[in-house]
């Protein structure tokens, strides 16, 4: 943490996150092999029924929840580097939060390198379970909840997270639009209501020259997001983008750079698909993504 106290105290088997409040077994695969959605839930269950670690209360995380756990300076696995965890899967984990693209795909974070997209919920990928609420982080917006094949479910009883819509919720209204600026209340940043501020897809370096002449024209500090202040615009709830209902943005594009960098290759940096939701990587060289401005209040 950036006061030089630990992030993480292991407690026997299970690891607090101080900077988020959550707890996580310390062994991060506590199943042999790797599960399809339904049966994440299925083994969270009878985890909670056999106590174990010396808790009931498991379940799976949201994906704002198991994304916090995200280092991306790293790398293999994405994890602050002297974490305490054990038997970190590098590949994909589940999140408890559905697709809103494709209910019939639920979100999963892949420690690798530190990318979020969604699979198949009939698919296998590794069960990480949580416990405890976060006084942090923000709710995912997610409200339903939805089947394997997509179909829409009660949602009591589920653990998915439409059903138990856990973290802060946002304001509201959420944004507020004033001369060509827009104020996120949930997180006091200030994006630009036009999201396509180069005119197109560009390269990295072009996007980086993008925002600092805004900077001077406007003189204020103006500049790339990071890749976590790009995916908090993300509402879980909705897709074609993943933007809350009602914002009030303009020109929005498919997939935007960040000022993130990837830990795995230098030559690549984080972008956001706006459109899914979705967090990857892309080569700095290419003109692939467009640019949105973002400064702190």
Known sequence: ?????????????????????????????????GLSWP??????????RDNRFGFSDW???????????????????????????????AGKCWTATTSAR?????????????????GRKVDDAVVWPVRGESGVLWATGQTGC??????????AGTGQDGALRLGRPWPEPRFR??????????????WRCGTDLAGGMVDRET???????????????WRLPAIMELESLTDCSRADPALPSGHPFTDVREAYW?????????????????????????????AEFHVWAVRSA
């Open 59 to 89: 379940r799976l995380p949201n994906r704002r929840e198991l994304y916090s756990l995200v280092d991306h300076r790293e790398r293999e696995p994405a994890l602050s580097s002297g974490h305490p965890f054990e038997r970190v899967w």
């Open 146 to 155: 939805f089947g394997a094949d997509g179909a829409s479910v009660d949602c």
């Open 39 to 48: 049966e994440a839930f299925e083994a969270i269950e009878a985890m909670n």
């Open 258 to 286: 960040s000022a993130t960098d990837s830990g795995y290759d230098p030559t690549w940096s984080f972008c956001y698909y706006l459109h899914k939701g979705a967090v990857g990587v892309g080569f700095k060289a290419s």
């Open 177 to 190: 639009a004033s001369g060509g600026e827009v104020e996120d209340r949930m997180t006091g940043l200030i």
């Open 1 to 33: 943490m950036t006061d030089g106290t630990p992030r993480f105290t292991v407690r026997g088997d299970i690891v607090e996150d101080g900077l988020t409040g959550l707890a996580w077994p310390r062994l991060a695969q506590p199943f042999e092999t």
């Open 102 to 118: 494709d209910h019939a795909y639920a979100w999963w974070v892949q420690f690798s390198g530190g990318r979020m997209f969604f």
């Open 207 to 221: 996007a980086g020259r993008a925002v600092e002449a805004l900077a001077r024209e406007t003189g204020l500090a």
